[in-house]
């Protein structure tokens, strides 16, 4: 009698196991015959009964939104084991991130329906990959549902907006994280720590043939063997991958208000985006961009075979993806300098065979100038020239590590989300290190997602002995978060913190002068400095403004003398070399 117990102990533990739910796991999205999303209630509720009735999925809340809510992470792993440590050490990660835009909502759909049939057994299961997804990003976008703001789209009938509950971007904040949405996926990421991740949009630059589009990441700013893995592996897989699904895909076409045939340049994702943040850990990172203007159902199921394709790929050359990750990292700390700016290399490109569709310039019957008409009743296929090839503009050499004083601690916060080694001080200490004056910049003039940014930025570098207090921040670069610390800490690149406007106190003088008491001091000063008298009459002969601002001129003597405040435009992160 025992041994029968047993045994069926044992062929019960054997099977799928599936806990009893009464839940229709028939989506909206199916529902609808493909015409209509799923409200964010609905895929909350959709997720937490998937997990309560398949042992295999758990869906996680952590941390906050601006909309009040927290985010929420999925996952499934047929081994049941939800510990991201130990799933790390024998298994690769694939993370997807859906509803950063709820208005492109093809992701939030086509993710339910691959957790739903992986868990069915519907799809062939990995054996070495988990799969984690952020159902829904922007809460708060997804919570504001119309019809009618996504003004080019095909479908889904009602939808959410693409600004946040604060009306951000949350596509233009993964550095500077001014919602709590930014600062929740960064305690993901790390916690979660992907090799391959996919954020899913919709995007229309002119009209084509093509349901899918993919961005990955570019390949030269990744560099290395991993960028040369991404271009000349990945990429080409998936597209070999759909291609035998009937699914055609090309690269995002970075057009607007032209025909693509004339040729177009890969987008360079820089660390605003998602990608471009996610490159930053060394995960390989695609956007999923579906064509607005071809219908829901056909968008949606595109998406669901492209992220199964990118699912087997994972599986597939998992321990390699691995392997190049930790190349990267290893031979990145190996360096001694880092590129920061990029352009097209115009020198190299690349031969689309692109699905176009006839477009024109016609006369416009509403505003009487030329627009652009395509007809889709007259596709084609062209050679097109494809400018995927960046080349570094500068580059900055790595320092051993950086100090930042303790005042700094909105941008220590950041830091630390991004699990960033930093150590304090223990006392007050002189070092000697390289320090940077702001010597140029130049600011937008309108608002860009709550900053006014700055960009064309330059530095005067110098070598000055500064006391450091106790309780100050160094921090080593020798770690893991290398190059987050370079995109943020250096003022040059596209994305650092002070582009971002977070040291824009020290632009501003402080101290001043009144021009009657100054006059008198500036005649002194020139004369106990014949070098500075000669200095002060060039400048006058060669600069007739100068000449003719006598308020100009007493204040370059001030910043010529000891009186001039010493942190107006210094850079308050300096180097150890």
Request: hydrophobic share 35%; aromatic share 12%.
């Amino acid at each position: 009698m025992k041994k029968i117990f047993f045994l069926f102990i044992l062929i019960t533990a054997c099977k799928t196991e599936k806990r009893d739910s009464n839940f229709n796991f028939t989506t909206i999205f199916e529902k609808s015959q493909g015409t209509e999303t799923a409200t964010y209630p609905e895929v909350i509720q959709y997720y937490t009964e998937l997990a309560k009735a398949f042992p295999e999925v758990t869906i996680e809340a952590i941390g906050e939104t601006d909309a009040g809510k927290p985010l929420h992470i999925v996952t499934w792993n047929p081994e049941k084991n939800f510990n991201f440590q130990e799933i790390r050490k024998n298994k690769q990660i694939l993370f997807i991130n859906n509803g950063i835009h709820p208005g492109e909502s093809d992701g939030i759909d086509a993710t339910m329906l691959l957790f739903r049939d992986l868990v069915n057994r519907k799809i062939e299961i990995p054996k070495n990959t988990v799969l984690v997804t952020i159902p829904v990003y922007n809460v708060g976008g997804s919570l504001n549902r119309n019809s009618t703001t996504r003004t080019n789209q095909n479908g889904p009938k009602a939808y959410g907006f693409r600004g946040n509950a604060r009306n951000y971007d949350l596509n233009r904040d993964f550095i500077k994280s001014d919602t709590k949405n930014a600062k929740t996926f960064a305690e993901i990421f790390h916690k979660v720590q992907p090799d391959v991740f996919i954020d899913n949009h919709v995007s229309n630059g002119a009209d084509y043939q093509y349901t899918l589009t993919h961005l990955f990441t570019q390949h030269n700013k990744l560099g290395g063997d991993l960028g040369n893995y991404l271009h000349t592996n990945m990429m080409p897989n998936l597209e070999e991958k759909l291609a035998a699904k009937n699914w055609d895909i090309t690269p995002y076409v970075n057009v607007f208000n032209t025909v693509p045939e004339t040729g177009f340049s890969q987008f360079m994702d820089s660390p605003r985006y998602s990608t471009g943040y996610t490159t930053l850990f060394n995960t390989l990172g695609m956007m999923v961009e579906t064509h607005m203007l071809k219908p829901y159902k056909q968008r949606v199921e595109g998406t669901y075979e492209l992220m199964k394709s990118m699912l087997e790929i994972t599986e597939t050359e998992g321990k390699n993806i691995k392997a190049l990750r930790t190349n990267a990292n290893q031979k990145l700390l190996a360096n001694k300098t880092y590129p920061l700016n990029w352009k097209v290399d115009t020198t190299k490109a690349s031969a689309l065979h692109f699905k176009g569709f006839e477009g024109k310039r016609i006369a416009s019957t509403v505003t009487g100038k030329d627009r652009l008409k395509f007809n889709n009743t007259k596709p084609f296929t062209k050679e097109v020239r494809y400018q995927n090839y960046f080349k570094p503009t500068d580059s900055v050499t790595i320092p051993r590590a950086y100090i930042i004083p303790q005042g700094w601690w909105h941008v220590m916060d950041l830091l630390q989300a991004n699990q960033v080694e930093i150590t304090e001080l223990k006392n007050d200490t002189i070092i000697e290190v390289e320090s940077y004056k702001i010597d140029a910049f130049e600011t937008r003039k309108q608002a860009y997602e709550g900053h006014y940014p700055h960009y064309n930025t330059s530095v005067k570098s110098s070598t000055k002995n500064i006391t450091f207090q106790k309780g100050d921040y160094i921090i080593n670069t020798n770690q893991r978060a290398l190059r987050y610390l370079l995109e943020t800490l250096e003022p040059q690149a596209p994305d650092s913190f002070f582009n971002w406007n977070f040291f824009d106190t020290i632009l501003q003088q402080k101290e001043h002068f009144s021009p009657y008491v100054w006059e008198d001091k500036a005649k002194a000063l020139l004369a106990r400095n014949p070098k500075l008298q000669i200095a002060f009459n060039t400048k006058k002969s060669y600069n007739k403004d100068f000449a003719n601002n006598w308020y100009a001129q007493l204040d370059w003597l001030h910043k010529q003398s000891e009186n001039y405040e010493k942190a107006h435009l210094q850079y308050p992160v300096y180097r150890i070399e």
